[in-house]
Every structure is written in structure tokens, then in C-alpha cells.
Nanobody
Framework: QVQLVESGGGLVQSGGSLRLSCAASGNIFGIYSLGWYRQAPGKEREYVAAITASGTTNYADPVKGRFTISRDNAKNTVYLQMNSLKPEDTAVYLC?????????WGRGTQVTVSS
């Protein structure tokens, strides 16, 4: 089992920044990808970004150039630096971790961007 705990969400004005963190614990051996998704009220869960064990990153088009995903392997933590935030970025942001046979999810952290 892998446990994921997100933090860093909050209320920010349009154009502002936030940095989300996701700490992984438990049986973290074999995690090959860590990522972020988001879900706004009444909408489907949406992919945001991911980073592989080797550091390769990938972003959804709506966040390219504004969000940066990174990881600290020593701390078993993945980060999401979010800049130039827009009201449409408002959502619960969830962290996930992929192992060869399992995918794990955190409970999420709320990000609210006011206009």
C-alpha cells in the first residue's frame, strides 16, 4: 500500500501562485510515475501533470507554461508549482502514484482562485 497526503492548497487571487506538495509513504518501492489530477464541482477528473522516476515531465495543455511538476526523491515528495492562476484552475487537486500493478490516490487539497 502507498499513502499519499497532499498539502498546500488554499485561496488565491487570479494571477497568483501556489505550491502543492504530495508526500508518499508506505510501500513506495516501484513507483514509476507520480502525478496530479484535478476535479472541479460537477466536472470529470482531469489530468494535470506527471513526472516519471527518471524525471521526465508531462503537462496537460491548459497548464503548460504555468505549472511545473517536480519531485524530491529523498523526501518521497512530488510538488506542483502553479503560477499565473486563473479562476478556471479552481478544483480539488489530487495526487496519484503508479506502480506496475496498482494506482494510488490521495484525498486531495482544495485550490480556489478568485477573480
Amino acid at each position: 500500500q502507498v499513502q499519499l497526503v497532499e498539502s498546500g492548497g488554499g485561496l488565491v487571487q487570479s494571477g497568483g501562485s501556489l505550491r502543492l506538495s504530495c508526500a508518499a509513504s508506505g510501500n513506495i518501492f516501484g513507483i514509476y510515475s507520480l502525478g496530479w489530477y484535478r476535479q472541479a464541482p460537477g466536472k470529470e477528473r482531469e489530468y494535470v501533470a506527471a513526472i516519471t522516476a527518471s524525471g521526465t515531465t508531462n503537462y496537460a495543455d491548459p497548464v503548460k507554461g504555468r505549472f511545473t511538476i517536480s519531485r524530491d526523491n529523498a523526501k518521497n515528495t512530488v510538488y506542483l508549482q502553479m503560477n499565473s492562476l486563473k479562476p478556471e484552475d479552481t478544483a480539488v487537486y489530487l495526487c496519484n502514484a503508479h506502480q506496475p500493478r496498482d494506482t494510488y490516490w490521495g484525498r486531495g487539497t482544495q485550490v480556489t482562485v478568485s477573480s
